[in-house]
């Protein structure tokens, strides 16, 4: 059985465990030509001091986390708010028809997805503005003017994924016992009153659960989305860390700062998966292993 | 009481209202999901002229299938296209014989695998830290396989979340079964394939559909690692060419067709084309994911 796990353990140590080893790098004034782990001159944390004294650095790390707070909650409320009304329809068919639609934007990628959003939302053209044009509103350049660009990037992220959160609480919403539902039609219940005080506290759980586990992304703003819907002309609201990250280490190829920022990262984000990992075991009994 | 009250106001009517209303906003919410995309289509059917007066809404005009014939005969394209089912075809397989291979052992019980909290630990430990993106590619280029299909599905070979999938999968398995061919003098290996793979064909279909959707949509490896322009897998290309709107890339021949096409139209294309494999493989998708992400998420 030991030998069975000799090839995974193999890919994940050259593939995980090396980079991870690798993050030396951050100390070092590091000359690919050299080689990782090669004879590299040793900076100690000048790459950190020089991240520090970047002037954009703050802001950075605030688009980063304030996209992916917002994201986080919506990503739980909207899909909840969307399994709740969907458990209130009474066609079957018609229900497995939504739900059937609302999660196919989550298997495409954000390439396909970035262009048909930069095509629907292209400030001259795209169907949205004409829309608004119809009504009578102003034209809005939402990939290209700071004011819009962040909520552009939560909203279409959430569309993205709502489809795929809503099928994991309405399954827990099926698990809910429906004797319950009797019991509190026959004491007088409405539908309102049911759906507070038996079907939410039965996703309870579920909830919680979800909340504590998404704790772990809150650095993870969305690189593959951003990346290639943004431009030089929003980075104040939408450079996040992971686009500065690659910037900075493979376009400017400046490997020691890029690996500095990206080991930041990584224990920043170790800290909060861990804590959600302890909670989720400590209160829900949750283990992934 | 406070209850009684809100009773009254929960009639027939006004719940009657409220589902027709709820009908309604989730109609609207799922056609927000699907009309882009319809736009879309309607715009690689529709002709130049009413594409670039902004005309075509969710209907072509002038309906023609010229941009369609352009693509056909548009070998970049399909190089990538084949580039990107050679990936999703090899590096799924790496992933599930991998993952088969590893959630076997790992289903056990700590007293029949010696060390096996250690070896959790190894696999568990890279869910929470990670070296990043600057290691891992130099590390790639180190080891020689940039530019090469290896880089796109070698770093990725274990999907950990998958194993997670896989190993609870496993321990559903009734151990008598298990016992009973071991009795029979079957190996581990035989009983991983003979015993535990077929009994969980869905399992099995759940994590390579996931697999194939992760290459099919795999964009950035193939950005970073693939250096020479015939190399790219298909989203990578897709990414050049329409994000960037790099019309450089046209040859000579590509002009007398292309004048009586626009650039949206051929773009919409190549967008539907590239989704179309999604839409093959989606039924099946439905049908296992629920499963699946059920699963990964609720577990326990």
Redesign the interface.
């Known amino acids: ?2 030998l ?2 000799i ?3 193999f ?2 140590f ?10 030396v ?1 951050a100390f070092q004034n ?1 000359v ?1 030509a050299k ?2 782990f090669g004879d590299q001159v040793w900076v100690g944390l000048g790459n950190f001091r020089f991240l520090m004294s970047l002037p954009n650095a703050t802001n950075v790390l605030k688009n980063t986390v304030v996209i992916a707070l917002w994201k986080m909650v919506l990503g739980i409320f909207v899909p909840i708010t ?1 399994a709740l ?2 458990n ?3 066609s079957l068919r ?1 229900k497995k ?2 739900q ?3 999660y ?2 989550h ?3 954000w ?2 997805l ?7 939302l292209s400030p ?2 795209g ?1 949205v503005n ?1 829309l608004l044009g119809v009504l009578g509103m102003e034209h809005i350049f939402f990939l290209g003017d700071n004011q819009y660009f962040r909520g552009t990037m939560i909203i279409s992220d959430v ?1 993205k994924n709502f ?2 959160g809503t ?2 609480y309405l ?2 919403i099926t698990s809910i016992d429906q004797t319950l539902y009797e019991a509190a039609a026959i004491d ?6 049911q759906t507070w005080h038996i079907t939410l506290p039965g996703m309870r759980m ?1 909830i919680a ?2 909340m504590v586990l998404s704790m772990g992304n809150v650095l993870n703003a969305g ?2 989305q951003i990346f ?1 819907m943004y431009s030089p002309a929003v980075y104040e609201t939408g450079d996040i860390l ?1 686009t500065m ?2 910037r900075m ?2 376009e400017n190829a400046q ?1 020691g700062a ?2 500095a920022s ?2 930041l ?2 224990i920043i ?2 800290f909060f ?2 804590i959600s ?1 302890w909670v989720a075991d400590k209160w ?6 | 009481m406070k ?1 009684r009250k ?2 009254k ?2 009639t027939s009517p006004a ?1 009657k209202i ?2 027709v209303c ?2 309604i ?3 609207v ?2 056609t ?3 009309l ?2 319809i ?2 289509l309607a ?1 690689s059917f529709s002709d130049k002229v009413y594409v ?1 007066a ?1 005309l075509v ?1 969710f209907l072509p005009k002038g309906f023609n299938v010229r941009s369609y014939q352009y693509l056909i005969n548009k070998i970049a394209f399909w190089r990538a296209f084949r580039i990107t089912v050679v990936r999703t075809v090899l590096g799924t397989a790496i992933n599930l014989s ?1 993952i088969l ?2 959630a ?3 289903s ?1 019980s700590k007293e ?2 010696i ?1 096996r909290s250690v ?2 630990w ?3 430990i ?14 790639v ?2 080891l020689g396989l940039r530019n090469t299909i290896w880089s796109l599905v ?5 999907p ?1 979340f998958n ?2 999938l896989m ?1 609870n999968f496993f321990r559903q398995v009734p151990i008598e079964m298990e016992e009973a061919a071991m009795i029979d003098g079957a190996g ?2 035989k009983i ?1 394939t003979k015993i535990y793979v077929p009994l969980s064909k869905a399992a099995i279909a759940t994590i390579s559909l996931f697999c194939m ?1 992760n290459h ?5 490896d193939g950005m ?1 690692y693939m250096k020479s322009a015939t190399k790219l897998p298909l ?2 290309y ?2 050049n060419i ?2 960037k709107m790099d019309m450089s890339q046209m040859t000579g021949d590509d002009y007398g067709l292309l004048q009586m096409l626009s650039n ?1 139209s051929i ?2 294309t190549q ?1 539907i084309v ?2 179309i494999p ?1 839409l093959c493989i ?1 039924p099946f ?2 049908k296992y ?2 499963k699946g ?2 699963l990964g ?4």
Not at chain 1, 14 to 23: D, E, Q, R, T
Not at chain 2, 126 to 139: D, E, K
């Open positions: 059985m030991h069975m796990l090839p995974g353990l890919m994940v050259v593939f995980s465990y090396i980079p991870m080893a690798g993050l790098i590091f690919p080689g990782l969307v009304m969907l209130e329809l009474a018609y028809l939504i059937t639609v609302i196919f934007p298997f495409l990628s390439i396909i970035g262009s048909v959003l930069i095509d629907i001259s053209t169907i004409r569309w489809g795929y099928i994991v399954a827990a007088g219940a409405g539908r309102l009153r579920i659960l979800m690189f593959d290639n992971d990250i690659y280490g493979l490997f890029a690996a990206g080991m990262k990584s984000s170790l998966i861990s990992y829900f009994d949750y283990r992934l292993f | 209850e809100k009773e106001i929960k719940r409220f589902c709820n009908g906003l989730l109609a919410l799922m927000s999901c699907i882009p995309f736009h879309v715009v670039q902004g809404v991998l291979l590893t076997y052992p790992l056990k029949k695998l060390g070896y959790t190894f696999f568990f890279t869910m929470l830290v990670s070296g990043g993106l600057i290691p891992s590619f130099v590390l280029g180190q070698l770093p990725g070979a274990l950990v194993l997670v190993i581990h290996f991983l959707v099919w949509n795999a964009w950035f970073i989203q990578t897709l990414r329409i994000l949206e773009r919409s967008i590239a989704v999604v989606y998708l439905q994911f629920v992400i059920v998420g609720v577990k326990g």
